[in-house]
């Protein structure tokens, strides 16, 4: 990918909602700990970047996006303000709490999975008990029905549960297993080193700045003493010194070159892997999203068989009659139907 | 109320589903523990019945109706086959185990109750978990419902176990307080009363009876005397003897009359008290019926306000939007949007 140098200050600064907490051009320049480089750039813990209105204007790289490949280019004062802390070691801890609150919602789906195992227990249970099992006749058949009813709920909730456990909290628990987070610590480790190298580059553009500062010191020196005629091998020295000036230069180009190259590396791995991590986090919340419909689709299936374990009784308390229930009772208990008499001598 | 001495056979002993224990006609003579009065006529444990085929044809007082004012003359053995059980004690206990089995409808509804507050605790107390709590975006609020929506649960389910309280359990457990049995304490002596004057009547009968015969005896021994002239006076002795005879005559009528008031009387209570308790029962099953008819209506309430529970999750679930809870936390977490540039001299 090409390195762009174009910068869109209307876009960062005018926008209200921007609350990044240190955007690199709004550091007053004496608290910077920093290395001022001409009055262009500026770079911060080894990254260089433009100033405000300075050099070509930038666009987005995915406009209208908010796309992580767009925001995390510079780093942040952790809330302690000593360390900082990267723009990619945000994106990481994103994708941490994600992780981490997956594990949650399953953490709560097997609660609620408890629950309902307990509920079906105690209906289950309850549906068992010999409370009014002498009830007779028709009001006995929709009595024993309404007792039914309860292992008949009980059972809606235990499949409600047993749904739950497969369909909801399996899934949340197991989406991205150990593996993520391994692959998370090579995408951590891999941006790092290339940030460690890139400060080891930045040193050596330093040292290479400072050695032709000295070179041009000294020619400088040796070109006064030239002039005032206060030495000998004046013209030998001064071409020595501006050889080695030259050698100089040539050695800063070749450090700047590598600074730059390391740096257009890193850009690059930036912007491949906070796409990545992107896309991971857009899956994560699809993942999440087509879990909690499944689990609200279990929920309305729980009310809509718990509706249906109320129709049988519901029909037998229809068809209920105590006439009937009186004939029954009649039949199976009645002493006799011949009437008295009168007696006589 | 009339006593008929109609006496229909095919309708008691032609029915197989006849199961009273001892119809009066069906017990051979051999076994009978009771004192014959000619041959038309049965009285057991005081009571007088016709024999089968014996008198007018008895029909129903309320045909058709298997009302118990027509199926509980008889007395019947209990199950040690030594006390008899009246017809009338036959129906009082039906009345008793009614009130029970109620109360055990109560207790088994009040059972249910406390399922239902359990599971409505342990579901609000879940909805207040911190669980995940710190999910955002789009995500985060459809989280949030869905957490709510188990409070709303609980709600739904405290609201049923509540109603439950006062629409069910209340009412199947207050339906005939103390007074009830009270009243049936009142019929059964009421009763009991007039068959022990019953019983007292018929000694009376028995004992009148046996004074004829002894009188009787003497009357035709003084008349054989007369004959072989083996006496004196005996003329005086014979009109003597006819008038004690005529007046033992006249004392065994005056029983009769007494015993068939009483038992007249007996009869006309058996028939208004058994169609009172009759009614009584009607009343137990239509009351048993509209509450548990009470209990189908909260269940079908509570699944469909449980239903509506899960609907404002369903329109967050369908309402979230990966990409507009990624631009949300870019917006709050970004460290800086301005891309880094080549470094130069």
Redesign the interface.
Known sequence: MM???S??TE??FDDP?????????SVSPAKRQITE??ET?I?INC????LPGE?PE?Q??KPN????C???????KDPQGAAHV??FE?LLQ?QL?GKQ??K??A??IH??IK?EE??AK??SK?SL?P??A??EGT?GE??TQ??KS?HDEAEVHLKFSNKLHTEVEKPLLTFRGDNFKKDLKKYDHHIADLRKQLASR?AG?EKARKALADRQKDLEVKTQQLEVKLSNKTEEDIKKARRKSTQAGDD??RC?DL??QT??KW?EEMVTTSMEL?KL??ER??W??QH??Q??TL??ET??F??ST?EP??QL?QS?D??K???L?????????????????
Chains 1, 2 share one sequence.
């Open positions: 390195m762009e140098a910068f869109d876009e960062s909602s921007c609350l990044a907490p240190q955007p690199p051009g480089v001409k750039k770079t990254v260089t970047f433009p050099g930038q987005l790289l996006e908010w796309s992580y767009d925001y995390f280019w510079a780093d942040r990267t723009g945000v994103k709490k609150l997956q949650e919602m953490e709560f609660e609620r629950i307990e509920y105690n209906l309850l008990s409370l009014a002498q009830e009001l929709a009595w309404l007792k309860l930045f553009v800063l180009m700047l600074y730059n740096q257009s850009f992107e986090e857009v919340v699809e999440v999203q909690l419909r689990y609200t929920r309305h009310d809509m718990n509706q109320v009784v519901d308390l209920m105590p006439a229930d009186r004939e009772w009649v039949k199976e208990n009645k002493t006799g139907e011949v009437r008295p008499v009168d007696l006589d001598i």
